[in-house]
């Protein structure tokens, strides 16, 4: 089955200042793999999506990911956090079922950027 | 906005008891999804449909049960409720079909069971 994990519960980081949100994937054949993001109160966002290509994807509120086959990862970057950076975010991988497809999605990580 | 839209926002209600969550997805989207977000269990599958067929099925209990409507809406019905379904219920949508697995989510369902 496939499954993605994400390795911290919770990464803090400075405004202004990189940030990683790790997350590792384990598939049969080609991974689909996914971030989303998740606001207090809110539903989840999707922000990049790695189906094949370019290993550095980048995505919404400049957010890019990293896919690096040999390591298995899916790694969140962004150059310089921002306060309302501050959400729960989720890795994904698609799961095809005969002809259909839904999300797994990981444990979440939330990221608190602080002033 | 996502354009996906649950109601109720919040439910509260005792165990034993039955309750109906509602979804209605982005237009032209023919496929809906339902995930249950609790703090031990993290995000979790429950069910998907592609206009008005059960497609997938995931970690669902068998007090649960969904369907799609012709109008492309969905319904979520919770039975014998007990204190661990309280969670935070999600639907999804999406155009469906391969190579759209955008998911857009609705705000979700507060459910607390009491």
């Known amino acids: 089955a496939q499954s993605v994990a994400q390795p911290e519960d919770q990464v803090n980081v400075a405004e202004g200042n990189p940030l990683t949100v790790k997350c590792t994937y384990s598939v049969s054949g080609n991974p689909y793999l996914f971030w989303y993001v998740q606001y207090p109160n809110r539903g989840l966002q999707f922000l990049l999506k790695?189906?094949?290509?370019?290993?550095l994807v980048k995505g919404s509120y400049g957010f890019e990911a990293e896919f690096n086959k040999s390591q298995t990862s899916f790694h969140l970057k962004k150059p310089s956090a921002l306060v309302s950076d501050s959400a729960l975010y989720f890795c994904?991988?698609?799961?095809?079922?005969?002809?259909?497809?839904?999300?797994?999605f990981g444990s979440g990580t939330r990221l608190l950027v602080r002033p | 906005d996502s354009g996906v839209t649950q109601t109720p926002k919040h439910l509260i209600t005792a165990t034993g008891q039955r309750v109906t969550l509602r979804c209605s997805p982005r237009?032209?989207?023919?496929?809906v999804y339902w995930y249950q977000q609790s703090l031990d269990q993290g995000l979790q599958f429950l069910i998907q449909?592609?206009?008005?067929?059960?497609?997938a099925k995931g970690n669902i209990l068998e007090r649960f049960s969904a369907q799609q409507f012709p109008d492309l809406h969905s319904e979520l019905n919770l039975s014998s409720l007990e204190l661990g379904d309280s969670a935070l219920y999600f639907c999804?949508?999406?155009?469906?079909?391969?190579?759209?697995?955008?998911?857009?989510f609705g705000s979700g369902t507060q459910l607390s069971v009491l």
């Open positions: 237009s032209g989207d023919l496929s």
């Open positions: 994904a991988v698609r799961d095809m079922d005969g002809g259909s497809y839904k999300l797994i």
């Open positions: 790695y189906i094949t290509g370019d290993n």
């Open positions: 999804a949508s999406s155009v469906g079909g391969r190579n759209n697995e955008k998911l857009f």
């Open positions: 449909y592609y206009n008005g067929e059960e497609r």
